[in-house]
């Protein structure tokens, strides 16, 4: 069976310092991969997403790059963290079809904790 | 803007209570996802919808599709309060992107013992 894990769970960083999230998926190939940002416990938001190894797809400019060196790890970083990405981050995987098609089904990670002060 | 609507936003019953809360869109979506979200953790998926007019059940609870795949419908019977979470509807526009879901504010249901 197909698991994700992200890490760390809970981080507390002073503004201006480095941030890395990692996420592994196990069990699958190929996967399209999500980093998502959830605001107060609700609306997601799409951060970045990656159909193969290298290939970042970034949805809103901000203060955070991604990137997959390898076909089921993807990471999220930030040289300097601003007040303003505290939130809880969430990793996700969906399956891709053929013809890079997918059902748009996620499965996501335990979820992130980022406070920034 | 591609927008799905959740209503209503926040929901507290007594356990044993029905309920139904809804995702609206005025856009036509190629299938529908519900997910249910404990605080502190990830949305895990509930349920995908594809075929209008579509009806799926899993246990208590009731999923429906509309017939011109632009809304759907969640109903829970005799709620528990292991029912208790934030509800979130998604979907794959059917004229976009389909990697990118559009997501729904969700409904934040509590169920009091």
């Known amino acids: 069976s197909q698991t994700i894990h992200q890490w760390p769970a809970t981080l507390v960083q002073p503004v201006g310092s480095p941030l890395s999230l990692e996420c592994t998926v196990e069990g699958t190939s190929n996967p399209n991969l999500y980093w998502y940002r959830q605001a107060a416990g609700r609306g997601l938001q799409l951060l970045f997403y990656s159909v193969g190894i290298g290939q970042i797809s970034s949805e809103v400019p901000q203060n955070l790059s991604a990137s997959r060196p390898q076909d089921r790890q993807f990471i999220l970083s930030s040289k300097k963290l601003l007040l303003s990405d505290s939130g809880f981050y969430l990793c996700?995987?969906?399956?891709?079809?053929?013809?890079?098609?997918?059902?748009?089904?996620?499965?996501f990670g335990e979820g992130s904790r980022l406070t920034v002060l | 803007t591609q927008l799905l609507e959740q209503s209503p936003q926040f929901l507290s019953i007594q356990e044993g209570e029905n309920l139904t809360v809804y995702c609206n869109s005025s856009?036509?979506?190629?299938?529908l996802q519900w997910y249910r979200q404990e605080p502190g953790e990830g949305p895990v998926l509930l349920v995908t919808v594809v075929t209008g007019g579509e009806v799926k059940k899993l246990k208590r609870l009731t999923f429906q599709f509309g017939d011109a795949r632009k809304d759907s419908s969640l109903h829970i019977t005799a709620a528990q309060p292991g029912d208790t979470g934030l509800y979130l509807c998604a979907g794959p526009p059917i004229a976009g992107n389909n990697r990118k879901l559009i997501w729904g504010l969700g409904t934040s249901l509590a169920v009091n013992p």
């Open positions: 856009s036509v979506f190629s299938s």
């Open positions: 996700a995987w969906s399956l891709r079809l053929a013809g890079g098609k997918n059902t748009g089904e996620l499965f």
